[in-house]
């Protein structure tokens, strides 16, 4: 696996314009290392209890935005601000950690049967597992892009839960050209972050070394 | 005349603001530097789409970042500044007129550490802190606000006389186990020595130095250049998706102390939030960052 992902880390990524829902077969034809941009509906949240009442709802066959099940649900936190008449207009959107929800993705990633998920800075095995199973695909947005990502909202197409915060609410979005984003792990369960983790890891020693051998050429260890 | 309690409500509400919609310049000369040496062609594209996204937040007056933090501020008083009315009061009325006024809005973030309820307001909220300057008559505010992405990965050891090899390996696996998530490239602040508190506060000091800028101590100098050097071979990249752009500076402060030797290491991400400014006491304010 850390192979296969080095050499796609080597490559000129591809870019791939999607209109959701995907199948099955457009996830698994993406790479990790590849470049995404979206069109069509999206749901976001970046709500802890939001992820659980997204399980608690899916177990008891209740309410759930239509363009969630097979769909494209992210940790994109949207501050959503309701009009005169009602309804709602989507002022930025930017993205959450995803691993704050390591605990809740696997269930919601099954239930769901999604066909991509994302955020920034990937999901743990657990989640990478359950992806596999499910012919899911993870993206990276920009931290820190508010402007780029606001600027391919076109329209609120829902909002549940309005209960909640605006960030923690349920929000179905309709996207043009949304991206680039990066494709952090892939449905055949390589995840860039495991491999770039393992590869700090294993670099570790030898950085520690030259760390070393680099003071002692400068200088006489200071305080050993 | 002395420094009027309305001028730092205006100037902390405008500080704040101005951490949110710009990034500060060195930090956008580093990224720039970045994205012609970078080797990995996504973390080139990656650092493209940073520089696009902070120009066009500063631009059209939008926020660069969602996740606006908390506020934060740090203010070194002059022994000799006068202030008109309550400072504290001042910065907290600043704070609400910001969460009231700006464009576009903010989200709540002030979360409460037990329940996790959010709200704009809360007591203590702004954090503030204070330190003196002798023999000065202004005020130096630094704004800071400081958000998730980056600040749960803050981290602090209590070694006993270490060697600089410990001390390198414990900055090295807390850079590790940030990974690919603080939104690097990042800056790494480091404080050793001291006690437990103050360590803190010196390895929080140490991410607002200007990138670039070295500890005029060479032992501790030379620490930051190879610490640096190190980060950047781990190989996280931009946004953590691969890449040799994975910290833009590594600013570290020490102090003497006895045995116990405490480490402290905390992060800035990408975005590098910091803004700086001086009032004198005829009421002059000079922006610095």
């Known amino acids: ?224 | 005349m002395p420094i009027s309690s309305q001028q730092i409500r205006s100037v902390t509400a405008q500080m704040y603001e101005w951490s949110l919609k710009q990034i500060p310049d060195d930090t956008r000369a580093t990224l720039a530097r970045f994205e012609t040496t970078e080797t990995n062609p996504t973390g080139r594209k990656t650092l493209a789409i940073m520089l696009e996204s902070s120009d066009e937040a500063k631009k059209n007056s939008q926020l660069v970042c969602s996740d606006v933090g908390f506020p934060v501020y740090m203010i070194k008083v002059g022994s000799r500044a006068r202030i008109d009315g309550n400072l504290r009061q001042a910065i907290e009325g600043g704070f609400a007129d910001l969460v009231a006024q700006i464009d576009p809005p903010i989200l709540q973030m002030v979360t409460h550490p037990l329940t996790h309820k959010r709200s704009y307001a809360a007591p203590g909220m702004p954090q503030i802190t204070f330190d003196w300057v002798d023999d000065a008559d202004y005020i130096e505010i630094t704004c800071s606000p400081k958000a998730l992405g980056s600040g749960r990965w803050a981290a602090l050891e209590i070694f006993v006389y270490p060697s600089m090899d410990q001390i390198e390996k414990y900055v090295m696996e807390c850079v590790l186990r940030a990974g690919s998530q603080a939104c690097p490239p990042i800056v790494v602040g480091v404080g050793i020595g001291g006690t437990f508190d103050y360590a803190a506060k010196m390895a929080k000091e140490a991410t607002l130095r200007a990138n670039g800028v070295h500890n005029p101590d060479p032992m501790v100098a030379s620490l930051e250049e190879r610490l640096l050097k190190a980060i950047n071979a781990t190989g996280f990249g931009p946004m953590g998706t691969g890449g040799d752009s994975t910290a833009m500076a590594v600013n570290v402060n020490i102090s003497h102390g006895h045995g116990f030797v405490p480490v402290a290491v905390c992060f800035n991400c990408w975005i590098n939030r910091r803004t700086r400014v001086r009032i004198n006491n005829d009421g002059e304010v000079t922006r610095y960052e």
């Not at chain 1, 192979?3 to 996830?27: C, D, F, M, Y």
């Not at chain 1, 309410?63 to 207009?89: I, K, Q, W, Y």
């Not at chain 1, 002022?91 to 994302?118: C, E, H, K, Q, W």
């Not at chain 1, 309709?174 to 393992?198: E, F, M, Q, W």
């Open chain 1, 1 to 224: 696996m850390s192979e296969l992902i080095g050499q796609n880390l080597k490559r000129e990524s591809r870019v791939h314009h999607l209109t959701l829902p995907i199948t099955k077969e457009q996830a698994q034809d993406v790479a990790v290392g590849d470049m995404v941009y979206l069109n069509g509906e999206i749901v976001v949240t970046i709500g802890l209890p939001t992820h659980q009442r997204i399980i608690d709802n899916a177990a008891a066959g209740e309410h759930l935005p239509a363009a969630l099940p097979h769909g494209a649900f992210f940790h994109l936190s949207c501050f959503n601000r309701e009009r005169e008449d009602g309804s709602f207009e989507a002022l930025y959107m930017n993205p959450s950690t995803s691993t704050r929800y390591n605990s809740f993705m696997p269930r919601i990633i099954r239930a769901l049967d999604l066909r991509m998920v994302g955020g920034k800075g990937g999901l743990d095995a657990e989640s990478v597992a359950a992806m596999r199973e499910t012919g899911t695909i993870y993206l990276s947005f920009l931290g820190g892009g508010c402007t780029l990502l606001a600027r391919a909202i076109e329209e609120v197409a829902a909002v549940d839960w309005t209960d909640y915060i605006s960030q923690f609410r349920l929000v179905t979005l309709k996207v043009k050209d949304l991206g680039p984003a990066t494709v952090g792990i892939d449905a055949h369960g390589n995840s860039i972050y495991t491999s770039l983790a393992r590869d700090a890891q294993d670099k570790l020693r030898a950085l520690l070394a030259q760390m070393k051998a680099e003071r002692n050429a400068a200088a006489p260890p200071a305080n050993e």
